[in-house]
């Protein structure tokens, strides 16, 4: 009789086999509109092999991970592979105390910091260095990954010695199911009990045919739907929706120890890799403009209250995020204030005209408004 955990070897062996040779397919075909819908299969099925590859290799493990409670008004993960001055890069934007040493693997847990910028206290977690295979489980590589899914942004720490690693660090993050710099396709998917897969667009789709999208749903094994499409999606959006375990965050690449090399070599690595800012950790060159990039990216707003017949509250901002609501306000305040509240006089960029009078809860706030809450 065959042994079971000889069974269970085979059967993760035939995966493992199975995704290299669908890498290997897409890898060398060539996209165009004959070979669209095949190269979208592949992916497809790929997709489903990893799913069950991950299901299967996490199936049993507990995992210790990383126990990180967020705080203040954003949380950002400084992520990078090791010994690239992630820990003096947290140490120069806030008040941690993240050992520092000129080997790898100095950072063996998340050391949080606290970066106070305009008001706001942004949370900065320095992870331990990321490792080539991360995504599998190489390294912890897991736990890393998992802090970044539950952050709010992420800073991509290059070393100016190192460009291969973005691309290498992009790869990791996007493995382990998260999409930096885009949003969430605009695409939704309503199973039903017969009549097929009903597909409707408001766009001109350029990427992807009618057929391929509903044999791709099919695929992960769904066989009646009305699908509507808002957007020129490609297959792996399509994908990406299907699964729904995506996480879509904002990202800043940062090169790292500028200090260290020449003009004219600065400028081929620069050309070559596009960072969004250049730094350097250690002698605190552009950090002042990295902390007003991360405050951007985060799209923090600041609100500021004011009591009936008194002057605003123009000392102490509440901190809120971009396209917050009244209602949104009103709760950060004070849970009953939802239930109480009868209307709010507003100056700034979100009303008309200066002092107008709001009723609606689902107002949206801009940048330095003033809010006057009236309550029942």
């Not at 250049?278 to 950090?287: F, L």
């Not at 009244?326 to 100056?347: M, N, P, R, Y």
Request: aromatic residues 6%.
């Amino acid at each position: 009789m065959e042994n079971s955990t000889d069974v269970k070897k085979e059967k993760k062996d035939s995966i493992i086999e199975k995704i290299r040779e669908l890498q290997e397919l897409i890898s060398k075909s060539k996209y165009n509109k004959r070979t669209q819908h095949a190269i979208g299969l592949y992916k497809a099925q790929l997709a489903r092999l990893k799913e069950k590859q991950q299901a299967r290799s996490s199936s049993g493990k507990k995992g210790e991970g990383y126990a990180v409670r967020k705080t203040g008004d954003g949380t950002v993960v400084l992520l990078g592979f090791p010994s690239v001055g992630k820990s003096t890069l947290l140490n120069s934007l806030t008040n941690a105390n993240s050992a520092v040493a000129a080997y790898a693997f100095t950072t063996l847990t998340v050391i949080p910091g606290t970066l106070d910028y305009k008001h706001a206290k942004i949370q900065i977690l320095d992870v331990p260095g990321v490792v080539h295979g991360a995504a599998a489980g190489t390294g912890r590589g897991r736990e890393v990954l998992s802090v970044i899914r539950n952050s709010d942004l992420v800073i991509f720490v290059i070393d100016v010695f190192h460009q291969e690693h973005y691309e290498a660090l992009s790869k990791e993050v996007y493995e382990a199911d998260v999409r930096i710099n885009q949003k969430q396709p605009d695409v939704k998917i309503v199973k039903t009990d017969r009549n097929g897969i009903n597909i409707g667009t408001t766009v001109k789709l350029t990427k992807i045919d009618k057929k391929t999208i509903e044999d791709i749903i099919k695929e992960f094994r769904i066989n009646n739907a009305n699908v509507v499409i808002r957007e020129d999606i490609d297959a792996d959006q399509l994908i990406d929706v299907i699964k729904g375990n995506k996480v879509y965050l904002p990202a800043i690449v940062v090169l790292n120890k500028i200090d260290m090399m020449g003009k004219e070599e600065l400028d081929r690595v620069v050309k070559a890799i596009k960072p969004d800012l250049c730094v350097s950790a250690e002698k605190k060159i552009g950090i002042d403009d990295l902390k007003e990039m991360i405050y951007k990216k985060l799209k923090i707003i600041r609100i500021y209250l004011k009591e009936y017949n008194k002057k605003a509250d123009m000392e102490e901002p509440l901190i809120m995020w971009h396209d917050s609501t009244l209602k949104e306000l009103c709760f950060k305040l004070h849970k009953d204030f939802v239930s109480k509240f009868k209307f709010a006089k507003i100056w700034g960029k979100s009303v008309r005209f200066e002092g107008m009078k709001v009723t609606k809860l689902e107002h949206k706030l801009e940048d330095l408004d003033i809010v006057e809450l009236r309550m029942k």
